[in-house]
């Protein structure tokens, strides 16, 4: 174990924000740095957890309730953390993670407009503790970032979330804004809608802000 824990940094948005653009992005200033770290993502991370990632995201015949859902996102997050990011941050490595509990709040309590209660139990049962020491959440206008998701997607098939309409979307955003104005030390707001450079080069004023970076 590391005399000093790594840092648990994720970064949250709806879809088309550009949050996988971001993680390379900040993999690399890392790398430049000497900075030991991971990346990985929600649901899935580890082989068992991208198992339920699939269960999760692919469509099928029979239908998934939205109480399965979430039940499915906790079961892939309780093995995600158990075998992969506790053992890294424990090791001194930094875990930068593509989404996180916060989007369980957004997307299944918001878009599936789920009781936030469940949520929350589930979140103590998992993670005891545990929260990211950093969220970054993209956000850009939910017609705009959707313009985006199609144009990176067009010929590719959409996952379960991907076909929600926008006003699944706008209420998952609106969550993530509400997080955001109530936990304002941990969640920090990016306007997404600027450049790919200057939206890398916020997330990295933000590391150095907080003395994590030089």
């Known amino acids: 174990m590391s005399a000093t824990p790594g840092r648990f940094v994720t970064l949250e948005g709806i879809e088309g924000v550009g949050k996988t653009t971001q993680v390379a992005r900040l993999a690399e200033v890392l790398k430049a740095r000497g ?30 309730p939205p109480t399965a859902e ?31 509990t916060d989007a369980t709040y957004a997307y299944q309590g918001g878009g599936r407009q789920l009781s936030m209660d469940p949520i929350r139990q589930l979140e103590s049962l998992v993670q005891g503790a545990r929260r990211p020491d950093l969220t970054v959440l993209l956000d850009a206008p939910v017609e705009q970032a959707l313009r985006r998701a199609r144009r990176r997607n067009a010929g590719s098939p959409s996952d379960r979330f991907e076909s929600e309409r926008a006003e699944f979307f706008e209420r998952v955003r609106g969550v993530y804004r509400a997080l955001a104005a109530a936990e304002p ?7 997404a809608t600027q450049a790919a450079d200057a939206v890398a080069a916020r997330i990295i004023e933000l590391l150095e802000e907080r003395a994590w970076i030089s």
Do not use: S, Y
């Open 70 to 100: 979430l039940l499915l996102m906790f079961a892939a997050r309780a093995v995600h953390l158990a075998n992969h990011i506790e053992p890294q941050l424990e090791a001194g490595r930094w875990v930068i993670c593509d989404r996180f």
């Open 185 to 191: 030390n941990r969640i920090v707001v990016v306007d």
């Open 35 to 64: 900075i030991a770290h991971v990346l990985t993502r929600e649901p899935g991370g580890t082989p068992l957890a991208e198992r339920i990632r699939e269960l999760v995201l692919n469509a099928r015949e029979e239908a998934l």
